[in-house]
């Protein structure tokens, strides 16, 4: 049976992950800023990532049986928020993307 893992993620090079945390008041799953890549041997573009249901001190990875029951529930929680999303997208230019990932389990 396959399972499924969304989260909606915020990325700008010039991103600090708790404005975008102080500006939605939501609580990201991970995030990196560019500090964390200053002693990093891989750079990685900052990012705010927010999943609906992990805290970055506490994250849960939750498998959904289908991609449309992960991304409804990850919407309904995004679906308040939405004009402060596009904002944060269209005034600060920065990308906003829904991630998906898929685990292929045979039995």
Known sequence: MDTYTVE????????????????????????IDTIANINSKRKRIPF????GISTENNFIEQDWKSLE??????????????????????IKNIFGVL?????????
Do not use: H, M
């Not at 705010?48 to 999943?51: E, H, K, N, R, S």
């Not at 995004?78 to 004009?83: D, T």
């Open 8 to 31: 909606f993620r915020i990325e700008d090079q010039s991103l600090i992950p708790s404005e975008i945390t102080n500006i939605l008041k939501l609580n990201p799953c991970q995030t």
């Open 48 to 51: 705010w990532a927010y999943d």
């Open 69 to 90: 029951e992960g991304l409804l529930f990850l919407l309904d929680k995004l679906l308040p928020k939405s004009n402060l999303i596009l904002n944060l997208i269209t």
């Open 99 to 107: 991630v998906f990932k898929i685990a292929l389990i045979e039995i």
